[in-house]
């Protein structure tokens, strides 16, 4: 198997409350959308939501035993002047501040907030890392993590 990830689906309780959400907190648009899923080209990475009832039916599982996985979603910035507008922009949607911005023990500044289904989100300003001009980052031997 490649090592990549092509697709990253949340379970969402209120699809329509999380595309809000998701357009007006991180102001990312739909490419596709219906009743049951919404999906958002990021970059290489279609990331989608999925009614959480829908997911179950297409796990095969009952949707009362999805549990709550200690998982982080991350945004990584190219100055660390835009993590706190995007923070305050998510908190503003709706988001619940998990954790406000700060200096980081690994030497850059971020926070982390909660979408409306409590997926922890992590918006940081990583100087280690270089992002592309397509958004993407590439881990380099010795960089401190983020």
Request: proline share 5%.
């Amino acid at each position: 198997m490649e090592q990549r990830i092509s697709a990253v689906t949340l379970g969402v309780r209120d699809l329509a409350a999380s595309k809000n959400f998701y357009r007006d907190g991180l102001g990312w648009e739909p490419v596709f959308e219906n009743s049951e899923i919404a999906f958002f080209q990021l970059g290489g990475l279609v990331f989608a939501l999925y009614r959480r009832e829908a997911f179950a039916t297409d796990f095969q599982i009952d949707p009362q035993s999805f549990g709550n996985a200690a998982i982080a979603l991350s945004h990584n910035v190219r100055t660390r002047s835009e993590v706190d507008p995007l923070m305050e922009r998510a908190q503003t949607a709706g988001a619940k501040i998990l954790k406000p911005a700060k200096e980081a023990s690994w030497g850059g500044y971020s926070g982390y907030f909660a979408d409306p289904d409590g997926i922890a989100w992590e918006i940081a300003w990583n100087p280690f890392w270089q992002l592309a001009e397509d958004g993407s980052v590439t881990f380099r031997s010795g960089d401190p993590p983020a």
